[in-house]
């Protein structure tokens, strides 16, 4: 059987961000922080995600004013995954759209984020034990 996401520890090491919050206001978080990505929140909706790398690319880089971009407007967006999904699903968000991570709701309520690393570390885990 398939490790699912809910093998994983999701709740470290996340934050999140309001969608209307300014783009200098979520990389002092960042940097506050010491992460390098947020969860994106409308409410309580889960939109998607804001990395360094997306304020490098779509409001740096855009000569955008990041004291007055918006995080709705620099975001990527990204579907959450459930506690049920397979860690090699998950594994494979995170590839396929290149992204850090990838928020965890059950229920519409958001969980945790799961990374790159914390997949491998369970995929490596449970191709050793075959």
Partial sequence: MLPTVARLKIDDEF??????TTILDAARIIRDMGIPDLVVLEGE?????????EI?????????????????DAMYAIQPIDLHTSVEKA????QEHNIPIVPVAEHGKLLGVVTITDCWSLIAESQSKK
């Fill in 56 to 72: 490098t690319v779509n409001v740096v880089a855009e000569g955008l004013n990041p004291s007055k971009t918006r995080v709705r």
């Fill in 91 to 94: 594994h494979q968000i995170l």
């Fill in 15 to 20: 934050e999140v961000v309001s969608s209307d």
């Fill in 45 to 53: 909706n889960i939109l998607g995600i804001i990395s360094d790398y």
